[in-house]
T-cell receptor, first 113, second 113 residues
C-alpha cells in the first residue's frame, strides 16, 4: 500500500529563518501531490498542489514545493518564515490520479517572533 | 469555490448513545465526499468516502457508518458510541473542476464519556 512520510514531526524556528519540510511517498507511478496547512483554530486548507508540468510549484503565502521524481519527494519550502506561519502542515499523495489521497502524519511548525 | 459545513462543532455524548454528524457542501455538484478522523501526531485517517448518492465505501471497519442521502449531504453515524470513538472528525469534498483536490470543513470534536 502507498504511504506518505513526513520526516519532521515538530519544527521550531525563529522568524526570518528558512523552512524546509520533508515529504516522501512510496509509489513509482503517476502521483498527484498536495500540501495542506491547518492554522490554530482553523480548518485544513490547500497550500499548493502538483499534478504535472513544472516540478517547482508556487503556493499561497510565499510557500513553494519541489517535486523530485527520482527521490519520490515533494518538500515544502519558504525562504523566510513569519510568526503567522505557525501551523500544522500535511503532505498528501494521490496515487495514480486517485481520488483518495494518502496523508502524512503532519508536521507541527512553531515560529517564535 | 466549495464551502463545507459541518455540525455540530463540538459534541459530548455518553457511551452507548447514538451519533449523527452532518456535512453539507455548497459550490459544486456531484462531489466526492469523505469522512476523516484526525488524531494528534497521527495525521488523517480516512473512514468513508462516497462518489455518489447512496454509494459508500468504508476504509476502516469500526463502530461507525456513513450515508449520503443527497448529492451534497454526507452523514456519519453510530448506533452505540464507544469511548474510542472520541476524536476530531473532518468532512471533505472534491468536485469540479478538480476531483483530485479536497476541501475540508471546520470539523466536529466528539468527546465520548
Amino acid at each position: 500500500a502507498q504511504s506518505v512520510s513526513q520526516h519532521n514531526h515538530h519544527v521550531i524556528l525563529s522568524e526570518a529563518a528558512s523552512l524546509e519540510l520533508g515529504c516522501n511517498y512510496s509509489y513509482g507511478g503517476t502521483v498527484n501531490l498536495f500540501w495542506y496547512v491547518q492554522y490554530p483554530g482553523q480548518h485544513l486548507q490547500l497550500l499548493l498542489k502538483y499534478f504535472s508540468g513544472d516540478p517547482l510549484v508556487k503556493g499561497i503565502k510565499g510557500f513553494e514545493a519541489e517535486f523530485i521524481k527520482s527521490k519520490f519527494s515533494f518538500n515544502l519550502r519558504k525562504p523566510s518564515v513569519q510568526w503567522s506561519d505557525t501551523a500544522e502542515y500535511f503532505c498528501a499523495a494521490g496515487i495514480g490520479g486517485s481520488y483518495i489521497p494518502t496523508f502524512g502524519r503532519g508536521t507541527s511548525l512553531i515560529v517564535h517572533p | 469555490s466549495q464551502t463545507i459545513h459541518q455540525w455540530p462543532a463540538t459534541l459530548v455524548q455518553p457511551v452507548g448513545s447514538p451519533l449523527s454528524l452532518e456535512c453539507t457542501v455548497e459550490g459544486t455538484s456531484n462531489p466526492n465526499l469523505y469522512w476523516y478522523r484526525q488524531a494528534a501526531g497521527r495525521g488523517l485517517q480516512l473512514l468513508f468516502y462516497s462518489v455518489g448518492i447512496g454509494q459508500i465505501s468504508s476504509e476502516v471497519p469500526q463502530n461507525l457508518s456513513a450515508s449520503r442521502p443527497q448529492d451534497r449531504q454526507f452523514i456519519l453515524s453510530s448506533k452505540k458510541l464507544l469511548l474510542s470513538d472520541s476524536g476530531f472528525y473532518l468532512c471533505a469534498a472534491a468536485g469540479t473542476p478538480s476531483q483530485e483536490t479536497q476541501y475540508f470543513g471546520p470539523g466536529t470534536r466528539l468527546l465520548v464519556l
